[in-house]
């Protein structure tokens, strides 16, 4: 059996493990990590490119961001705070660029104009409220709204071909939105981190158990490919391995895990990569969700940018499954359930009739209705333009409500035991978009002695300007940070064009 010790190991090679690991070592050079990884590959599963909409969620597009109240009012607190989290992000992303630590942004990062469209008087109304609600704010001061069909056919020409022109339409735009390959940004991340002292990459290594010993440390029983044994004795142990983060959980024992369960949702996208078709369209539309459909589910029509070649994606179309990873197995669910999640989970189960009949129809449609909800967006699409692929696992979080029950959610939600020497993250989106403010959420939380008295929290401010700011309630710092974090990364490619010469 081989022994190794670490400060730090990061369970899982994605969005959540990389960009923690990129963290502390910019925090402090010297911090020995170790990162496993189940697959061969680093970002192979939730985070790799075509496993996820490759959306960076700001809320200016994404509808169920902000629902629709009994009165009429549009709530916006989602919306903004998800607006927030993406910009640090933003500021983070655009830090490394600046240090060379992250490749030309292009390689991970693209404009892609974020853009709402919804069709019917009743949707109109929704959106032309949510447009005057939000627009008031500095957040989203660029947000252009417009029921003009030729304006919308400017911004959306697929979406707006050959439709009525009587037809009841509304559409908002954000023209500095971004599509971006995470997959991308988690393995230059690990590239970088590899060429650093005090950083091992451990490849195909499954974890088996986690133990807790006496002096406060964790012990990590891994098996390799080849069935051999591999023990890591670590003081601070991060669970981000997304789906099989909850199996992982479990595995620790932790007082702070119990309770939790989950509820596994498949996807698949609609893809094409036809060059005349998808040169006609370069956004991300979001539409309204239909009814019984899960968040997730929201359908949108994107520009995909992945390794420079471009493509368009129509979906995701849920789906059930007892998996929690793409690569996982049918039993991952029963696996997980426990004397203290059975009742949350069986109360859920019997909450949400609706939403597993839902899934298990989605599974079942043709290709030809999948397409029929795709000419929603685009009406003159062809079947055979399109083929379907299959996105990542999705588990969403179950747990204890206030009466003991069980309630699911949607979100995600990042589990830290008292001690600080172990997180774990659950849930899904808007998950890898929001991923560095959740990781310097962990690092306030276990390793608060550090940036009281190592400069920690100096550092974090050279690296995100707006740390201990809410940037919605500061329009001027927020103005000039983004005009900073947009010129870095080239995602305002449109306002730069109309500069004078």
Known sequence: MTAKTADVLLVGAGAMSTTLGMLLKQLDPNINLIMVERLDHVAHESTDGWNNAGTGHAAYCELNYTPQQADGSVNTTKAFAINSAFEVSLQFWSYLVEQKALPSPEKFINTAPHCS???GEK?????RARYQTLSQSQAFVDMEYSEDHDVIRQWMPLVMQNRDPSEKVAATRVRYGSDVDFGSVARNMVDHLQKQDGFELLLSHNVQDIDKAKDGRWNVKLKDKNGSNVTINAGFVFLGAGGGALPLLQKSGVEEGKG???????????????PEIVEQHMAKVYGMAPIGAPPMSVPHLDTRIINGEKALLFGPFAGFTTKFLKKGSMFDLVSTIRPDNL?????????????????ISEVRQSHS???DSLRNFFPEAQDGDWELAMAGQRVQIIKKDEQGKGKLEFGTEAITTEDGSLAALLGASPGASTSVNTMIGIIEKCFKDRLASDGWQDKIKEMVPSYGF???DQPEMLKEIRQRTLTTLQLDKEAEAQQPQ
């Open 123 to 127: 949707n109109v109304e929704f959106l």
């Open 117 to 119: 469209f919804v069709w």
């Open 343 to 359: 009742m949350p989970m069986m109360s859920v189960g019997m909450k949400n009739m609706d939403l597993t009949k839902y899934l």
């Open 470 to 472: 809410t940037l919605s």
């Open 369 to 371: 209705a999948r397409c």
């Open 260 to 274: 939790y369960g989950g509820f596994p949702v498949s996807g698949m996208w609609l893809v094409c990569k036809k």
